[in-house]
């Protein structure tokens, strides 16, 4: 490989990581063609970008963006790496878990959710757990919403009741 298709790989990756505020770091080594061929599939119908770099070429790409944010990320870089960019922080992890229903591999080896760093594969029930930004604006929309229901609830009913009363009420004098 050459210095300029390492530079553009480089500047790929940084553009990518600059851009992606999700990342996984996975080690996919000892899959078949056929397993990977179906977990890139997978990765593709979620819309998870998976791609295989070099270690040192990444690393390099990290330290151009951001060399402290991704610090923890470099004891990582050791073996096969891939890496899968998302949308969501928890696509990923929720796709890795499922994979792995089937097969050993990839095996998560970090990751990286808006500037906190999980490293490890034990962590990966943890992340599948994370929710995404429109999760959390779901329930909090739902958070916001169920006092106004129980005072628009309570309103309707009393004033039902009210009215049954003044009718009764209307009735007897007559």
Known sequence: M????KAIIIDDLAAKLS???????????????????????MCFERGVEFRV???TLLQQAMQRVDATAYEGLYDSLKGSTSVMFADQGNVPAKLLKEFRRSFDKPVLKAAYIDSAIYTGDNQLDALVAVKSKYELIG???????????NV????QSGGGKIAGIVKTLQERSN
Do not use: C, H, M, W
């Not at 050459?2 to 298709?5: L, M, V």
């Open 139 to 149: 329930d909090l929309v739902g958070l916001l919403q169920s006092p106004a229901k």
């Open 19 to 41: 851009e992606s505020p999700f990342f996984y770091l996975t080690d996919s080594s000892s899959l078949t063609v056929e397993s990977i061929n179906k977990f890139r599939r």
């Open 2 to 5: 050459t210095r300029e298709e």
């Open 152 to 155: 628009v609830s309570a309103l």
């Open 53 to 55: 770099v070099k270690n």
